[in-house]
């Protein structure tokens, strides 16, 4: 044992502690909440090596210098979803502007008047807005549609006997792209239970890409707000048709609050 004690030193402790410091400082590209949990985690495999040497535990120690020496790729692989996203927000394409052509303030007024309609009648819709990331390989593609946002088509799509009612539709700049698409369920414990499918897809393409996402709650009529795993519930109409245009205009938006449902 005191052998032990002997072989840990000052300078090695430090030097841990400055690998744990620098880790984290590296990890705040990304969103707080992940270097946080970035840095629990290595905080708990340093703490857990040392215990195990101390109590003369050699194979668990040496699991434990196994996994730290493996944590870059073990951590790239369970926050791949942050990396992904926090590199491409880092790229930025010169050629990625605003298309002058566009008639933004059509589309969002048709989008605004297709929401309202659907929240009075209390027709539940999920609707996505792209922005610039690619979310083809995230979601499951029902019906391609193509064709500009109109609030008539949002409301025939979203009738309850509609064979695509179901999914979400996509809005990527002016266009309508598709609908009845199926998109990824968020995995996060916290989720208010009172929020459904919809919500919980909602959350669940935000969590993983750019996107701005609009939910119509079939149960109360309400509007929600869904952005990088955040969401506002009975989201205010004006914030409704300011992010909206953000997002069609393909720029990124705040981050907006969480406001879970009474």
Known sequence: MAALFDSITLS?????ILVVVLIYACTLIF????ALRILSILTVLFA????SKIVGFSS???FFNLLLSSAPVILAIIF???IKRTLFLFWKNSKSGVNDNLDMTTTVDELSKGLNELAERRIGALIVIVRQMSIDHLIQIGTEIDAKVTSELLNSIFLPYSPIHDGAVIIHRDKITSAGCILPLSQNP??????????RA??????QTDVLVLVVSEETGKISIVHEGKITYDADPAEIRRLSR???EGRRAPRVVAVQEH
């Open 31 to 34: 969103r707080k909440e992940t």
């Open 60 to 62: 668990t120690a040496s």
């Open 12 to 16: 090695g402790i430090f030097d841990k």
């Open 190 to 199: 916290d989720i208010a239970k009172s929020f459904g499918t919809r919500h």
């Open 246 to 248: 953000k997002a069609i």
């Open 202 to 207: 909602a959350l669940g393409i935000s969590e």
């Open 80 to 82: 791949q979803s942050d």
């Open 48 to 51: 857990a090596e040392f215990i």
